[in-house]
């Protein structure tokens, strides 16, 4: 079992910028597919971005051209680079190790014991 952990979280003014953290950890940690979400309380969770091994990714409409994934394989950990930050962005962001092979949008996100904690994002106008 793969465990993550989110860092980086932090309140900002809108047109800031973050750079999230996701620390891949356990055995075996070779992540084929890593996912950013974001949650705010009473909505439905939102896939922000993927990252497969081979280095190819997917974003939401809401922040491509903002937002870039990124991987350090020899760290194990997957950023989320956010600039331009609008107050709309504001939610708590997990990152989510997927297991299964295929890493599609289509598939949604893994099950929740996949998933970290989460790191808090606030963006004030």
């Known amino acids: 079992q793969v465990q993550v952990q989110e860092s980086g979280g932090d309140s900002v003014q809108a047109g800031g910028s973050l750079k999230l953290a996701c620390a891949l950890s356990?055995?075996?940690?070779?992540?084929?597919?890593v996912i950013w979400f974001r949650h705010v309380s009473g909505t439905e969770r939102e896939e922000v971005a993927r990252i497969r091994k081979d280095g190819s990714t997917n974003y939401a409409d809401s922040v491509k051209g903002r937002f870039t994934i990124s991987q350090d394989n020899a760290k194990n950990i997957v950023y989320l680079q956010m600039t331009n930050l609008k107050p709309e962005d504001t939610a708590m962001y997990h990152c989510a190790n997927d297991p299964r092979v295929r890493c599609s949008v289509d598939d949604g996100l893994p099950p929740w014991n996949n998933w970290g904690r989460g790191t808090q994002v606030t963006v004030s106008s």
């Open positions: 356990g055995h075996p940690v070779n992540p084929v597919c």
